[in-house]
């Protein structure tokens, strides 16, 4: 059964709700018919969406009635009159909602990279229907009483290892949405979660607005000097794109800008950083400050009436870390040697500003600001490793660094092929489609890349799926990864960053973590495991874009052909630990703003954003001027919008776990496919189906340690000699 299951919007229930939400859904649904290309399943391989058939007009009344389907088909298992059993009560579940899956997963993929004004209407339409929805199923009390009878006789039931762990965890999950609740607060946290889904749905639309926005312009083409030719053209375009004279350069979802490296006009980098810093505080329709202060409030008070003493308690009941305060206190220890690395690289810079002013009228620098970091970071690095990073992009074009970079891992650890399909229909001009097989030949699944910016596209990457693994419901995985690398001009190659490689192979990692999935059960397949341990195969496969053998494949120049020279090369592996004090310090102040805003009590006044940042910084001691947090808290997509509320934690967590991994890998012989096989097998293709945590010590053979993440950050001096 796939629900929307995000950070406050739970499942389905019975009473005024449910009925409420049959009713408008039975009001909406009259247009929905055999002509709607989700009334049945995509005859397409591997079901994949009929995208040249799917019309926005389509979605809603597909939603509508997916939501109005998977109601009666829940409600039928709840009045079964006979005992509740594992199949007629727990298989029924996951047979249910196909139709509402169906839409849901295409809907929500499309919104999130290629949306339009009437998509984003039909979300702000359907954002609390779905919440309601998702409450309709989980509050239910009669289904929620077979649920429980179920978890009551599960030794008594015979059942296999994987189905003993779906009755664990269908229970927790219910119990965790407040089935326990008393019906007056049941009726009271229904409220909460359509309010908490409206504004998340208010939030991302806003921002999206307002980060293209805050794009910086130009008609002043010295404004831009430092840029190269290629990255003036793609300037260019998208100014020509939104009809506008001279230069665009459109943000990023984070608070530097990867085009503050080369900027060498420094009233130009500060333009481009207050835009982005301040791109949802400029007043107007797009301001997310009252949005973010009432969204911390409320979910404050979902957390109280859930039982629990603030919102991240509850949220993290179930992950890894179990408590906030565990989250916290692994945040916090790594805080020390973060910022005095940070502070140590700040002189570095300042010194090389200070020294180019000697010898001007000016005497001494200007003082270090965030808008200076990246540009003369850059300096630092050129000097300390003769490495300029413009000198390494012609190796990483981004095609070549897919089939031969991503790929090819992938190939050699786990035997998997890779066939590009053109005959599968797509959302977008820029989409590609590639067909995954098993070293055996076997079709595994299917896999969509959307790597350029586009105005309507959401900040940032990110992985999902369009269908779901299941043996149950006998379905493979169709999965999309999408990036916002910015687009070359007509005819121009496109030349990405080692970071934009490294988001690459992050990605894939997602995808590899859905295509291997074996599991029997939808509700355990993939990549639906707790956010502390589903960035963990990601991280991991970041690993393999600096692996010799594999680097050695796919960096090679887009004109020649030739490889990177060894010397260049090796310049690049010595530089990856550079300026990772700064790298740790923006990301844990990101993520400890997180838990502080998730940690508020429900006593705690309505926030003032910009004073409550200023404050928990200052008290977590990463209140660094030149270092700002990766995201303010008013476009912190990712906690207020995205799922990651009271998480964003889980990318340190995971980096401890997937560090840990790749020096298994290297104490093992590295790159080969004995160890990949073994970890598919032990770990990737698990999903949700084990206890992840004696899953990952059964793989490793030990508990895990932060010392390779140290390491890895050059936090701590490597003594291996590797």
């Excluded at 010595?574 to 993520?591: D, P, R, S």
């Excluded at 977590?620 to 995205?642: D, E, M």
């Amino acid at each position: 059964m796939r629900t929307m299951m995000m950070a406050g919007a739970v499942a389905l229930g019975t009473g005024g709700v449910a009925a409420a939400g049959q009713a408008t859904a039975a009001g909406q649904t009259a247009a929905f018919g055999p002509d709607n290309p989700f009334y049945a399943p995509s005859t397409l391989p591997y079901q994949a969406p009929v995208f040249d058939r799917i019309k926005d007009s389509d979605y809603q009344p597909a939603l509508e009635a997916g939501m109005a389907e998977q109601l009666k088909e829940v409600q039928s298992i709840a009045d079964n009159p006979a005992a509740p059993t594992f199949e007629n009560t727990l298989v029924a579940l996951e047979k249910s909602g196909q139709l509402y899956s169906r839409v849901q997963a295409v809907f929500d993929g499309v919104t999130g990279a290629n949306t339009d004004p009437t998509l984003e209407k039909i979300e702000e339409i359907e954002a609390p229907k779905r919440a309601a929805h998702d409450d309709a199923i989980f509050l239910n009390a009669k289904l929620f009483q077979r649920v429980a009878a179920i978890y009551k006789q599960i030794d008594s039931l015979g059942l296999d290892a994987e189905s003993r762990r779906l009755v664990d965890v269908y229970y927790k999950n219910f119990v965790h949405a407040g089935a326990n609740l008393s019906p007056g607060d049941k009726a009271k946290l229904r409220r909460l979660n359509e309010e908490e889904s409206t504004l998340q749905n208010s939030f991302r639309s806003k921002l999206l607005a307002a980060t293209k926005d805050a794009a910086y312009s130009t008609g002043d083409k010295s404004a831009l000097t430092g840029l190269s030719d290629a990255q003036l053209a793609a300037a260019a375009e998208a100014a020509k794109a939104r009809k506008i004279e001279g230069y665009m350069l459109p943000l990023q979802n984070t608070t530097q800008q990867p085009i503050l490296v080369s900027l060498e006009d420094r009233a130009t980098r500060q333009a481009v950083f207050e835009d982005s810093w301040n791109r949802t505080e400029r007043g107007g329709a797009n301001d997310t400050r009252e949005t973010i202060a009432r969204l911390a409030k409320l979910r404050a008070e979902k957390g109280k009436l859930l039982g629990y003493p603030n919102y991240a308690a509850w949220n993290l009941e179930d992950q890894m870390a179990k408590t906030p305060e565990a989250a916290v206190k692994f945040m916090d220890a790594l805080v020390p040697a973060s910022t005095a690395k940070a502070v140590e690289e700040g002189k570095d810079i300042q010194a090389v500003i200070d020294a180019q002013a000697a010898g001007t009228a000016q005497k001494s620098g200007f003082q270090l600001q965030p808008w200076d970091w990246d540009f003369y970071a850059e300096q630092v690095r050129k000097a300390r490793y003769d490495l300029d990073e413009e000198q390494v992009r012609p190796y990483f074009e981004v095609n070549n660094v897919l089939e031969n970079g991503v790929f090819y891992a992938a190939t050699q650890l786990y035997g998997i092929t890779f066939k590009e399909r053109n005959d599968i229909p797509v959302y977008n001009p820029d989409v590609r489609v590639f067909e995954v097989f098993e070293a055996s030949g076997h079709p595994l699944a299917l896999w969509y890349c959307d790597y350029f910016k586009r105005d309507n596209k959401g900040g940032g990457a990110w992985m999902s799926n369009f269908v779901d693994q299941s043996k149950l419901l006998g379905t493979l995985p169709v999965i999309y990864n999408v990036a916002n690398f910015t687009k070359p001009a007509a005819g121009e190659p496109a030349l990405i960053s080692f970071t934009d490689v490294t988001t690459m192979f992050h990605e894939f990692g997602h995808a590899l973590h859905g295509m291997f999935s074996d599991a029997e059960y939808p509700l355990l397949s993939g990549t639906d495991v707790p956010r502390d341990f589903v960035e963990f195969p990601s991280q991991f496969n970041e690993h393999w874009a600096s692996n010799p053998a594999v680097f050695d494949h796919f960096a090679k120049h887009y004109k020649t052909g030739e490889a990177m020279p060894a010397e260049l090369a090796v310049k690049l592996r010595k530089a990856e630990k550079f300026n990772q004090g700064y790298m740790l310090t923006e990301l844990l102040a990101a993520a400890e703003l997180d838990m502080e805003w998730h940690m508020l009590p429900v006593t705690a006044p309505v926030e003032k954003p910009d004073a409550f940042e200023k404050t928990a910084l200052e008290k977590k001691k990463l209140a660094l001027a030149a270092v700002p947090p990766r995201y303010r808290s008013t476009y912190f997509a990712h906690i207020w919008g995205g799922g990651y509320a009271a998480g964003y934690y889980a990318y340190l967590w995971s980096e401890m776990l997937d560090d840990d991994a790749y020096q298994w890998f290297e104490d093992h012989g590295g790159l080969t496919r004995a160890n990949g096989e073994r970890f598919r097998k032990m770990v990737l293709s698990k999903g949700n189906t084990e206890d992840l945590g004696k899953m990952y010590s059964a793989w490793l053979g030990a508990e895990p340690s932060t010392e390779p993440m140290l390491k890895d950050r050059g936090l701590v001096e490597d003594t291996s000699g590797k």
